[in-house]
């Protein structure tokens, strides 16, 4: 294998807290980087790094770590424009937009829906997100769940089957009956392309012996548990994620004292979405109260067509640091470290020996510019799995 080192770095975050006491970005200034095969082998001071085999002067701009995306939705058809543009003239969100993209989804092909797929995460992979979880749930037949999941599984290894997004249409009047499928046949033709099971907790969604049911079906089945949780109003989401230890509550937009204290005392990661309250103006949530509790937080987009339409990680951190009281660092630890911490990996989110080697190149000299400048195109170069892909 051959071993490549980027060198002249004005700053470069390894979310490795040993090497900073004050910071757990673990920054090093005038630093390199070297890259072996798929993995980080070596980082540093510049001046120290060892020879290589080729070189490539990062020209005084900053590394970070590849954006991990852990939650989205991308298997789907159609857009929802004409809801967009109604809830921005003034009609409320709620969960009930999602049948429009059912049909959608339904009526498309495989190589339409695959085509989506492989469109979005150019988009993503342009503005330096390495790793993405991407969800079924657009579908809410056995056929259709199936065949989003086996679509998303050429893509990633973080699949989550989402089977439980809403009640199907086609069981309006048969809720429990739609849990049943959920759980039965459904699950049975989803698990074998899938890592995680999710439900969508909410008011017109799934309620909380529900949730229970389908999460406790799924971790029978080997599928580990996340949590839409919290987003439109108070709940039992948070809770339960918590109770299952699943690895996350996802929005976490309305929260009592005692959600925030749950998630502080368990390992389930709160992921923030700040996608969604800005294209359905809603309320913010609060990540300085979840922070300073001692949770852990991820962020994420929630690429998806009606609530959160957008791939850009730079653009939620720029949201996360203005609208939700994060702090530029912990903006990109969170949309870093802390997507990794919400898959349960490891081998991501970090720039340290023995990584995987996911590296941003900034056009900045610093990593706060992410917010500093929203909006502004400032990924120079991308890495994946130590190949130079943008």
């Known amino acids: 294998m051959t071993t490549t080192a980027i060198t002249n770095i004005a700053s470069l975050v390894t979310n490795d807290p040993s090497l900073r006491a004050d910071s757990p970005l673990g920054t090093i200034r005038d630093a390199a980087v070297v890259i072996e095969g798929d993995r980080i082998v070596w980082t540093g001071e510049s001046s120290k790094a060892p020879a290589t085999d080729n070189a490539v002067d990062a020209g005084g701009r900053a590394v970070v770590p590849g954006f991990v995306d852990s939650h989205s939705h991308l298997v789907f058809a159609g857009d929802r424009t004409e809801e967009f543009n109604a809830r921005m003239s003034g009609r409320a969100y709620s969960a009930g ?11 498309a092909t495989d190589e339409q829906l695959a085509a989506n797929v492989a469109r979005y995460l150019a988009e993503a992979l342009r503005q330096g997100t390495t790793t993405f979880e991407t969800k079924s749930g657009y579908g809410l037949t056995v056929e259709d769940e199936a065949r989003a999941l086996r679509i998303a599984a050429r893509h990633t290894e973080e699949v989550t089957y989402l089977g439980a997004h809403i009640v199907s249409p086609d069981y309006a009047d048969d809720p429990a009956g739609y849990v049943d499928l959920v759980t039965g046949p459904m699950l049975d033709a989803c698990a074998p392309y899938a890592r995680w099971i999710d439900v969508f907790c909410e008011k017109g969604a799934f309620d909380g012996d529900q949730v229970r049911a389908i999460l406790t079906a ?3 089945r080997g599928l580990h548990p996340r949590v839409h949780a919290n987003q439109l109003g108070h709940g039992p989401g948070v809770q339960l994620a918590v109770e299952l230890d699943a690895a996350s509550a996802d929005h976490c937009t309305h929260l ?44 994420s987009t929630d690429c998806n067509p009606g609530s959160s339409f957008t791939s850009s990680m730079p653009f939620c951190i720029a949201l996360a640091v203005r609208d939700m009281g994060m702090t530029p660092d912990e903006a990109l630890w969170s949309a870093t470290a802390g997507g990794a911490a919400a898959l349960r990996r490891t081998d991501i989110g970090r720039v340290t020996p023995g990584a995987r080697a996911d590296l941003i190149l900034l056009d900045a000299p610093s990593h706060v510019h992410l917010a500093y400048r929203p909006g502004v195109p400032l990924v120079h170069a991308v890495w994946q799995r130590g190949e130079r892909v943008g």
Not at 97 to 107: D, E, L, N, S
Not at 284 to 298: F, K, N, Y
């Open 256 to 299: 009592t004292d005692a959600d925030v204290d749950a998630l502080a005392q368990g390992d389930t990661v709160a992921t923030l979405l700040p996608g969604a309250e800005f294209s359905t103006r809603a309320t913010w949530p609060d990540a300085r109260r979840i922070l300073d509790a001692g949770a852990t937080v991820a962020l």
């Open 97 to 107: 937009g999602i049948r429009t993209t059912v049909a959608a989804t339904r009526a």
């Open 218 to 220: 799924g971790m029978a």
